[in-house]
C-alpha cells in the first residue's frame, strides 16, 4: 500500500510569491500522479494530472513535476483564489493536504 | 458538459446502512471509472474504492473491505456507494468522481454528508 506525505502541512506566503508544495511517495510510483485543489465547503478540483499535465481550464501559473518518489506542484505566482488546501493523490491513495494560507 | 448529482444528505443510527447515489450526465457513462472518496469533518481526503460502470469491476480500499458495496444502474447513469455497519466516525461528506481513465478524478459530485449519531 503507498503511503503519500505531503509537506508542509501549512504554507504562509503573500499573493505574488512562488509556492512550492512537496509529495513524496513510501515506494516509486507510475505517473499515475494527481494534484487538487480543494476549498472551504466545495469538492475537491483537479489541477494537474499524470505529474506535469495541467487540467481542463487550470492556469498556467500551476505546475507540476517529479519522478519516483518525488513530486511538486509549483504555483509561480500566487492570485487570492489560490488560498486553498491542496492534496496530490496516486490511485488509492490521498497525501494529507497542505494548506496554503495568507501571510 | 459533464455533471455528477449526489442524493442528499443522510441521518443515520449507529449500526445502519446508508445508499449515496450518484447520477451522471454530459458523458457516456459506462466509458469511465467512478471513484469514491470521503472526507470526515475538518480531515484530509481518503479513497475508499473504484467501480467500473461497464462491466461492474470494484476495487475497495482494504479498510472498507466487508462494509461497502459499489454497484450502478446503467439505464439511469446512476452508480450507488452503500456503507453498512455504520459508525460515528463513518460521519463525514462522500463524494463520487469521475476517473479521467488516467487514475485522477476529473469531475466530482457535490459531496453527500452522511451524520451518524444514536
Known amino acids: 500500500e503507498i503511503v503519500l506525505t505531503q509537506s508542509p502541512a501549512t504554507l504562509s506566503l503573500s499573493p505574488g510569491e512562488r509556492a512550492t508544495l512537496s509529495c513524496r511517495a513510501s515506494q516509486s510510483v507510475s505517473n499515475y500522479l494527481g494534484w487538487y485543489q480543494q476549498k472551504p465547503g466545495q469538492a475537491p478540483r483537479l489541477l494537474i494530472y499524470d505529474v506535469s499535465n495541467r487540467a481542463t481550464d487550470i492556469p498556467a501559473r500551476f505546475s507540476g513535476s517529479g519522478s519516483g518518489t518525488d513530486f511538486t506542484l509549483t504555483i509561480s505566482s500566487l492570485e487570492p483564489e489560490d488560498f486553498a488546501v491542496y492534496y496530490c493523490?496516486?490511485?488509492?491513495?490521498f497525501g494529507g493536504g497542505t494548506k496554503v494560507e495568507i501571510k | 458538459q459533464v455533471h455528477l448529482v449526489q442524493s442528499g444528505a443522510e441521518v443515520k443510527k449507529p449500526g445502519a446502512s446508508v445508499k449515496v447515489s450518484c447520477k451522471a450526465s454530459g458523458y457516456t457513462f459506462t466509458g469511465y471509472y467512478i471513484h469514491w472518496v470521503r472526507q470526515a469533518p475538518g480531515q484530509g481526503l481518503e479513497w475508499m474504492g473504484w467501480?467500473?460502470?461497464?462491466?461492474?469491476?470494484?476495487n475497495y480500499a482494504d479498510k472498507f473491505e466487508g462494509r461497502v458495496t459499489m454497484t450502478r444502474d446503467t439505464s439511469i447513469s446512476t452508480a450507488y456507494m452503500e456503507l453498512s455497519g455504520l459508525r460515528s466516525d463513518d460521519t463525514a461528506v462522500y463524494y463520487c468522481?469521475?476517473?479521467?481513465?488516467?487514475?485522477?478524478?476529473?469531475?466530482w459530485g457535490q459531496g453527500t454528508l452522511v451524520t451518524v449519531s444514536s
Open positions: 467501480f467500473n460502470p461497464n462491466s461492474g469491476g470494484r
Open positions: 493523490q496516486q490511485r488509492s491513495a
Open positions: 468522481a469521475r476517473d479521467n481513465n488516467v487514475g485522477s478524478a476529473d469531475y
